[in-house]
């Protein structure tokens, strides 16, 4: 069954929300409705509730452009007023349904919670195994267009500097990608899915990103670039 044509109002709306502000670096409609058909794939329940948490998980994006703010910044009332606005627009959705979608799409981008609902960690693996597919690399560059697409300095060392979503450079954005793949970790636990469909997924996506960063170092090294003088090191 195609979920689109059972939520066809909401699916309407939210698809003219995402192009009316012209969304993209990477969470366009389309990044909206592949983690609605992941999320539904990793908890098939029989009201839909996973796809239509995924469909509607862009609202705060869509109210950080609305208000000029940074996402952080976003009230997460505003962000249930506008889901709960698109799930209205469905009557086959109960209140309790309605309740469970929009607590979903308040949190997916919190750390793993053991109280966290099936909807919940759906949308949380969608959403991560999405992040993780190849095209993450031209979406990095889109989202982190001011930093430099390297360190050739930190090229082998692997170390981290900055923090999630500031990192310096799109490869050290790219190399957290990763960790979501590292679910046997103590560490990466926090962000690292749950669902064994999700954890077979994020498996092979994980090991192509990873291949590609490593042929970067093998082409610059074939080109005499690795190691790189530490005198050119970053200012």
């Given at each position: 069954?195609?979920?689109?044509?059972?939520?066809?109002?909401?699916?309407?709306?939210v698809r003219?929300?995402?192009?009316?502000?012209?969304?993209?670096?990477g969470?366009d409609f389309?990044?909206a409705?592949?983690?609605?058909?992941?999320?539904q794939?990793?908890w098939?329940?029989?009201s839909?509730?996973?796809?239509?948490?995924?469909?509607?998980h862009?609202?705060?994006?869509?109210?950080?452009?609305?208000?000029?703010?940074?996402?952080?910044?976003?009230?997460?009332?505003?962000?249930e007023?506008?889901v709960?606005?698109?799930?209205?627009t469905e009557?086959n959705?109960?209140?309790?349904?309605?309740?469970?979608?929009a607590?979903?799409?308040?949190n997916?981008?919190?750390?793993?919670?053991?109280s966290?609902?099936?909807?919940?960690?759906?949308?949380?693996?969608?959403?991560?195994?999405?992040n993780?597919?190849?095209?993450?690399?031209?979406?990095?560059a889109?989202?982190?267009?001011?930093?430099?697409?390297?360190?050739?300095?930190?090229?082998?060392?692997?170390?981290?500097?900055?923090?999630?979503?500031?990192?310096?450079?799109?490869?050290?954005?790219?190399?957290?990608?990763?960790?979501?793949?590292?679910f046997n970790?103590?560490?990466n636990?926090?962000?690292a899915v749950r669902?064994?469909?999700?954890?077979?997924?994020?498996?092979?996506?994980?090991a192509?990103?990873?291949a590609?960063?490593?042929?970067?170092?093998?082409?610059r090294r074939?080109?005499?670039l690795v190691p790189?003088?530490v005198?050119?090191?970053?200012?």
């Amino acid at each position: 069954m195609h979920l689109w044509t059972v939520f066809p109002n909401l699916t309407k709306i939210v698809r003219k929300a995402h192009v009316s502000r012209k969304m993209a670096h990477g969470h366009d409609f389309d990044h909206a409705f592949a983690v609605a058909q992941l999320a539904q794939t990793f908890w098939s329940d029989s009201s839909g509730q996973a796809w239509v948490a995924g469909i509607c998980h862009n609202a705060d994006r869509m109210i950080a452009i609305d208000l000029g703010k940074p996402r952080g910044e976003v009230p997460a009332a505003d962000v249930e007023v506008l889901v709960r606005s698109w799930l209205d627009t469905e009557p086959n959705l109960s209140e309790e349904e309605k309740q469970i979608i929009a607590r979903a799409v308040l949190n997916h981008g919190r750390p793993n919670e053991e109280s966290d609902d099936a909807v919940t960690i759906a949308l949380k693996d969608a959403d991560r195994v999405v992040n993780t597919r190849l095209d993450v690399i031209i979406r990095s560059a889109q989202f982190h267009s001011e930093q430099l697409v390297l360190d050739p300095v930190r090229l082998l060392s692997g170390e981290k500097v900055g923090r999630y979503n500031s990192r310096p450079t799109v490869m050290d954005a790219l190399r957290d990608c990763l960790d979501w793949g590292d679910f046997n970790s103590p560490e990466n636990a926090r962000f690292a899915v749950r669902t064994e469909k999700a954890k077979w997924m994020i498996t092979e996506y994980v090991a192509e990103l990873r291949a590609f960063l490593e042929k970067i170092v093998e082409q610059r090294r074939k080109e005499g670039l690795v190691p790189y003088p530490v005198e050119f090191a970053r200012d």
